[in-house]
């Protein structure tokens, strides 16, 4: 199985934004609103951020969002700020016998 | 409030059988509403869905680990456990447990709840 794909890389200036992109194929992203994004600092477990293309959970900041158009996924963080600043894994649903891939993960720098 | 907290040994040889344990405090394994997965983490590399069970019992495994993945349940210790037989170098990741809502038969594939994570290093 593949992963999906994200771009290994990202960084923006503190208040500005910048948006973390998943493209998969119908198999997964495309075909079922079963994306979730999570942040990972260094040396921590992962945090889920979004659910479902779109929820924000219960104390994630509302300059987190989530989209989806086709194939690809997108996180967008607004505002942004020092403590963004980590990596970003996608994650979706594959089907009944797949199951859950994840991406290969998004280093975002605030300059 | 609901933890998690893996356990288990930091260095395994390779061929041998990692098995992992995963505590639930602070709530129950036999949640209606929870599914109860791992994932792994190889060094400096992305995340990798091992597989997840029902507190009944019913699982669900990435097809590429199916054949080397065990997973079961002790509700009477609120504890669910990970096996991964035939392991080699590659093997050599941090596992962690997380929780995922669904109902029975019926999961959702946000894994809302994390736990720490563990490092487990396969050499001989």
């Known amino acids: 199985q593949s992963d999906l794909i994200q771009s290994r890389s990202v960084s923006g200036s503190p208040g500005q934004s910048v948006t973390i992109s998943c493209t998969g194929s119908?198999?997964?992203?495309?075909?079922?609103?079963?994306v979730s994004w999570y942040q990972q600092r260094p040396g921590k477990a992962p945090q889920l951020m979004i659910s479902d293309v779109t929820k924000r959970p219960s104390g994630v900041p509302d300059r987190f969002s989530g989209s989806k158009s086709g194939n690809t996924a997108s996180l967008t963080i607004s505002g942004l700020q020092a403590e963004d600043e980590a990596d970003y894994y996608c994650c979706s649903y594959a089907g009944r016998y797949t199951f859950v891939r994840f991406g290969g993960g998004t280093k975002l720098t605030v300059l | 409030q609901l933890r998690l907290q893996e356990s288990g040994p930091g260095l395994v040889k390779p061929s041998e059988t990692l098995s992992l344990t995963c505590t639930v405090s602070?709530?129950?394994?036999?949640?209606?509403?929870?599914?109860w997965g791992w994932i792994r983490q190889s060094p400096g590399k992305g995340l990798e869905w091992i597989g997840s069970?029902?507190?009944?019992?019913?699982?669900y495994y990435n097809p590429a680990l199916k054949s080397r993945v065990t997973l079961s349940v002790d509700t009477s210790k609120d504890q669910f456990s990970l096996g991964l037989g035939s392991l080699t170098a590659a093997d050599t990741a941090v596992y962690y447990c997380?929780?995922?809502?669904?109902?029975?038969?019926?999961?959702?594939?946000?894994?809302?709840?994390w736990g720490r994570g563990t490092l487990v290093t396969v050499s001989s």
């Open positions: 602070g709530g129950s394994v036999s949640s209606y509403s929870s599914y």
């Open positions: 069970l029902y507190y009944t019992g019913s699982s």
């Open positions: 119908s198999s997964d992203v495309g075909g079922y609103n079963s």
């Open positions: 997380a929780r995922h809502i669904g109902l029975r038969w019926h999961p959702y594939w946000n894994f809302d709840l």
